[in-house]
């Protein structure tokens, strides 16, 4: 179950993981961006972190609303918003507590519904939607096969990073990284590998 303390603890595991994978993530869009992926989503969830301690949430869907404006309100990049509007579409159909599987696959697939409309890309043009597509297909399929919460995170988290791998070959045709056409070949999307840390670090504290 994801419940609303785990939630709130996913939120302060993610500041310490961008933190902890800044130089990674910038690193990474260094190579096909502008260098700042890094610093945008450390900024974003370290600001996300701080609002849900000052403004504590007594359920998921606010709880997701507050992560949604901070990362609005503090991230300069395309980053912010798109992650914004994940956490924003996402957080209505949850309950208020205590979400199972199929229900946090309800969120999610919102949520990357809401990534897809303010982008407008598709899978296979480099961008975090090749680490969430096939995620929520596996996630889907874990939800069909009857998998437990902890196991069908772990398959979605194993396919993000999967994902993520995938697109180091494929030619960017959304965003910053299509300005370098075939340069952009032969790096991963920055934005993909944030996406699989994500998923990770859910899928971690769902173990526990
Ligand atoms: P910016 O590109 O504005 O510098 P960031 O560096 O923080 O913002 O984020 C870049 C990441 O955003 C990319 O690696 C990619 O995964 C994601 N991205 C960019 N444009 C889109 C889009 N149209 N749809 C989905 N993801 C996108
Ligand atoms: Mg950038």
């Known amino acids: 179950m994801l419940t609303l303390t785990m939630a709130k603890e996913w939120i302060n595991a993610l500041a310490k993981i961008?933190?902890?994978n800044q130089t990674m993530l910038t690193e990474l869009d260094a190579a096909i961006g502008d260098?700042?992926?890094g610093i945008n989503m450390a900024r974003g969830f370290n600001a996300a972190k701080t609002d849900l301690d000052t403004h504590p949430q007594s359920d998921l869907p606010g709880l997701f609303r507050t992560v949604a404006m901070a990362l609005i309100k503090n991230v300069g990049g395309a980053s912010g918003p798109l992650y914004g509007s994940f956490f924003m579409?996402?957080?209505?159909?949850?309950p208020a507590d205590n979400?199972?599987?199929a229900a946090v696959l309800k969120a999610f697939e919102a949520?990357?519904?809401g990534i897809q409309k303010m982008g407008k890309a598709e899978a296979g043009e480099k961008t975090m939607l090749d680490a969430w597509l096939p995620a929520l297909k596996e996630m889907a399929a874990a939800v069909g096969d009857g998998a437990g919460f902890?196991?069908?995170l772990a398959r979605?988290?194993?396919?993000?990073e999967a994902g993520a791998e995938a697109t180091v070959e494929m030619l960017a045709t959304k965003g910053r990284a299509s300005y370098l056409g075939q340069r952009s070949v032969g790096h991963k999307d920055p934005g993909a590998a944030s996406t699989a840390l994500m998923i990770r670090s859910l899928a971690d504290l769902a173990k526990e």
């Open 150 to 152: 902890a196991d069908g």
């Open 35 to 37: 260098a700042d992926h």
């Open 111 to 113: 949520g990357v519904g």
């Open 89 to 94: 579409k996402g957080g209505p159909s949850l």
């Open 18 to 20: 961008y933190d902890e």
């Open 156 to 160: 979605t988290a194993a396919t993000a």
């Open 99 to 101: 979400a199972d599987l």
